[in-house]
Antibody, heavy 129, light 108 residues
Framework: QVQLVQSGAEVKKPGASVTVSCKTSGYSFAGYYIHWVRQAPGQGLEWMGRIIPSSGGTAYAQKFQGRVTVTWDTSISSAYMELSSLRSDDTAVYFC??????????????????????WGQGTTVTVSS | EIVLTQSPGTLSLSPGERVTLSCRASQSISGNSLAWYQQNPGQAPRLLIYGASSRATGIPDRFSGSGSGTDFSLTISRLEPEDFAVYYCHLSGSSPLTFGGGTKVEIK
């Protein structure tokens, strides 16, 4: 079955970097995006960035520009999210999720987005001195 | 950057009641890119609705989505005990993507 399996919990010191992995299985990545979403304790969902595995194209939330990098390793069907210069307010659960996007339209505005239908289990990242 | 505002923040309701949750965008958006998610404590979000009004696979028909332009809504026709959760609207599409702040539906 379709699965996204994330790496385990991390504890980091302020200023360090963390990399969370997301191994996908059970489907062909063509047509899918992989998103990264985080949730701080007691807070809402926050979109961080995404990658298009078939092209490697990325997009990031402005808030994280310069600090986040999302990559894809085709050989093992895995996505990675690296967040640098960690601060205490980066303490959160980090999720990866897939989304099918129909890009047959000529203009991006008319692409059809099918929602994030499969999610990883979440990875807790704790930033503490 | 488009902002999604959800209202109300919290709703206290009883099982069997009908509820409509609101999601308002700060500017007109394509309905093709509006989704709704349900989240229970300690769990990953669950996709309910995509494309503003299409139910995801396995979602009961008591959940329905509607709207266009700047105003979107999620309706639960008859609340079941498992529906008490937090609901988020989400704008996918060309970046930047964003989530609404969420609406908590709690048991009265």
């Amino acid at each position: 079955q379709v699965q996204l399996v994330q790496s385990g919990a991390e504890v980091k010191k302020p200023g360090a970097s963390v990399t969370v992995s997301c191994k996908t299985s059970g489907y062909s990545f063509a047509g899918y995006y992989i998103h990264w979403v985080r949730q701080a304790p007691g807070q809402g969902l926050e979109w961080m960035g995404r990658i298009i595995p078939s092209s490697g194209g990325t997009a990031y939330a402005q808030k994280f520009q310069g600090r986040v990098t999302v990559t894809w390793d085709t050989s093992i069907s895995s996505a990675y999210m690296e967040l640098s210069s960690l601060r205490s307010d980066d303490t959160a659960v980090y999720f990866c999720a897939r989304e099918f996007v129909d890009r047959t339209a000529m203009i991006e505005y008319y692409y059809n987005y099918y929602g994030m239908d499969v999610w990883g289990q979440g990875t807790t990242v704790t930033v503490s001195s | 950057e488009i902002v999604l505002t959800q209202s109300p923040g919290t709703l206290s309701l009883s099982p069997g009641e009908r509820v409509t949750l609101s999601c308002r965008a700060s500017q007109s958006i394509s309905g093709n890119s509006l989704a709704w998610y349900q989240q229970n404590p300690g769990q990953a979000p669950r996709l309910l609705i995509y494309g503003a009004s299409s139910r995801a696979t396995g979602i009961p028909d008591r959940f329905s989505g509607s709207g266009s332009g700047t105003d979107f809504s999620l309706t639960i026709s008859r609340l079941e005990p498992e529906d008490f959760a937090v609901y988020y609207c989400h704008l996918s599409g060309s970046s930047p993507l964003t989530f609404g702040g969420g609406t908590k539906v709690e048991i009265k």
